[in-house]
């Protein structure tokens, strides 16, 4: 196959004014397929035919002019590089002209050639008349005379025919190339079965290259299929790149399981959405857009019905823009940047249009925040929009699969975007998170004067928590042992164990506190081994029950106190003084029983079986039977 520069051409303009019989003129190759299209003579669907010339390969979209087939234009026009508007000369402008012209704008068509078709059906003065009236029309906009051409034709006669094909030539010289190596989309805008094939689908490659064998999803419906075959512009190739009218031979789908809206892209990227936030604009001839109302939405090849809840106002006037978030009535997979069509729901006529911003909103954002969000993404670079991306997720982060969902770009694309703020540390990047410095910097803040404010309220408790910290604050583990390690490296908090404090805290007790704690001690210390209950000796301290067990638990957690069983507590020089005694002990015998035990200590079985089971498991004694060997 060639490897020529592959431009659609889309034509535009009303209904009868020559469009399919100028596409076979200039290919040879009539483009309406419908039987019924034939029998009545009108363009009801959208049809392609090819043409070689000037190095360039041409797939031409003839769209109907009809007014209610403006649908299938919106579906055609998807991916076009250059519009071909057509007006016929002994008509000029007509109501679909401005429609379909409006539509071009709307879809930010940037490039295209005005055609004058039928001029042999008027003398040169009423060509003439009919020229200046479009010229007027058109002056201001992408169609500008003094920028693009106007060529009249005749497709009976052939006259014109070769000042288009070079006019093409020269247009289609200054159309950038799409992205071959972009993430792979094709709205899907045909669906049949071949016999022998089976399910094939065709559309215009928006975006990325599409090869044989190549696994794709299918959206919204989330099926994936796996790609048999490839034709570009009707002939067989090992590959479509963007730009290019492509058909591919399906298989693991039915043709009953795809339709005409749905999108081709790289499974497991991507993902449909009912909601997108958006910039809009409303023609000069619309009626105000009122918030809240219904509108039809087209966007690629896909038509929804969608509400529109504007950002700060009430209604839009004509001729305005404004950001809205469209609510859609079914799914579809969106990108920003992505061109879309408003009609209005009743009648049906073209309104505005605009430009996805996101298609992946969170829920519940502030408005102030929102509207410089929308902005930045509105007018931003590369850099700037993920910066703003990453800085809206605060301390959730976003990961790096997020951030392919929700731009459509690769992962390389994004890492190179970001590598600059992070170098700089604007950006850090926390496993596979990237996080905003400034959220890192209010999250140290936060937690920092959560444990000062936790201190205050529990003097007598040397810290908190990891794990109370983290939930209270709603981090994930790995965001959590990122601030916490950057606090402990600023020497702003201290992790001990489980524990978090401020440096050098300590339990600070006031005088009937530090009091209570030498009763508690005091009291299991000359207790030895019969020590009371700990409940009696609570009862007796001058501090509340509360307190009391925050003493107890300070006195556990030094080790002075060592809790053995649910009901007895032991001083630790007690429980040293067992130890000695029981290695004395095994100068005169190895083993032990409870009652040699009780003999030795003085103690009855309520003290004796709890504290044999202690130097169980202190490895000081093994159990063997009745009797206990004494490591």
């Not at 379909?100 to 068509?109: A, E, G, N, P």
């Not at 978030?325 to 061109?339: I, M």
Request: glycine share 8%; net charge positive.
């Amino acid at each position: 196959m060639s490897t020529s520069k592959s431009i659609i051409v889309g034509t535009a303009g009303h209904i009868d004014h020559g469009k399919s019989a100028l596409v076979e003129a200039l290919t040879g190759t009539h483009p309406d397929r419908l039987a019924e299209e034939k029998r009545r003579d009108i363009t009801i669907d959208r049809g392609f035919a090819f043409l070689e010339e000037g190095g360039v390969r041409f797939g031409f979209v003839d769209v109907p002019g009809h007014e209610r087939f403006v649908s299938n234009m919106l579906a055609g026009a998807a991916g076009v590089d250059l519009v071909l508007l057509v007006i016929a000369a002994d008509e000029s402008i007509k109501p679909q002209t401005r429609e379909h012209f409006d539509i071009c704008r709307l879809l930010s068509v940037r490039r295209g050639i005005t055609v004058l078709t039928k001029s042999d059906l008027v003398d040169q003065d009423t060509l003439e008349v009919v020229r200046l009236e479009v010229e007027d029309f058109l002056r201001g906009s992408f169609l500008d005379p003094a920028n693009s051409p106007i060529v009249a034709v005749s497709s009976l006669t052939g006259a014109g025919l070769e000042e288009l094909k070079r006019a093409l030539v020269e247009v289609a010289a200054e159309v950038p190339a799409k992205d071959s190596a972009a993430m792979v989309r094709l709205p899907i805008d045909r669906v049949f079965s071949m016999k022998g094939f089976g399910t094939v689908v065709t559309g215009t490659l928006v975006s990325g290259t599409i090869r044989k064998d190549e696994e794709l999803q299918v959206f919204p419906s989330g099926k994936r299929v796996r790609v048999r075959g490839v034709q570009v512009h009707g002939q067989a190739a090992e590959q479509a790149i963007a730009g290019q009218r492509t058909a591919l031979n399906l298989a693991g789908v039915t043709r009953e399981e795809l339709a005409r809206g749905m999108m081709l892209a790289p499974p497991s990227t991507l993902h449909s959405t009912v909601r997108a936030d958006v910039s809009l604009t409303l023609l000069r001839s619309a009626k105000p857009l009122k918030d809240r109302a219904r509108v039809h939405f087209h966007a690629y090849t896909m038509e929804t019905v969608a509400e529109v809840v504007l950002y700060g106002k009430k209604q839009v006037t004509p001729g305005e823009t404004a950001y809205a978030q469209l609510r859609l009535s079914n799914p579809a997979l969106l990108l920003p940047g992505d061109r879309f069509i408003l009609r209005q729901f009743s009648p049906v006529v073209t309104i505005g249009g605009g430009v996805v911003l996101d298609a992946a909103p969170l829920p519940r954002t502030k408005k102030e925040s929102l509207e410089s969000f929308l902005m930045m993404l509105d007018g931003g670079d590369s850099t700037s929009v993920l910066k703003a991306r990453v800085a809206r997720r605060t301390h959730h982060g976003l990961s790096v699969a997020q951030a392919v969902g929700e731009t459509g770009w690769w992962k390389q694309k994004i890492e190179k975007h970001l590598s600059e703020p992070l170098l700089k540390g604007a950006i850090l990047r926390v496993g596979d998170l990237f996080i905003d410095s400034a959220t890192i910097d209010g999250l140290k803040q936060s937690l920092a004067g959560a444990v000062a404010d936790f201190h205050k309220r529990n003097p007598l408790v040397p810290g908190i928590g990891k794990e109370a910290l983290r939930e209270e604050f709603d981090l994930s583990p790995e965001v959590f042992g990122a601030v916490l390690e950057a606090l402990v490296r600023e020497k702003k908090l201290e992790a001990v164990g489980e524990l978090v404090r401020l440096p050098g805290r300590s339990v600070v007790m006031k005088d009937e506190e530090a009091e209570s704690k030498k009763t508690i001690e005091a009291a299991f210390a000359s207790a030895g081994l019969k020590v009371p209950a700990l409940k009696d000796v609570l009862g007796g301290l001058k501090v509340d029950k509360v307190r009391a067990q925050k003493i107890v638990t300070l006195l556990l957690r030094d080790k002075v106190l060592v809790k053995i069983s649910e009901e007895l507590v032991f001083h630790r020089d007690v429980l040293q003084e067992l130890r000695r005694q029981v290695a004395t002990y095994k100068t005169k015998s190895s083993k032990i029983d409870v009652a040699q035990f009780k003999e030795l200590t003085g103690v009855t079985r309520k003290y004796a079986i709890p504290l044999l089971e202690y130097l169980d498991r202190e490895r000081v004694t093994r159990r063997v039977g009745d009797e206990r060997v004494i490591l």
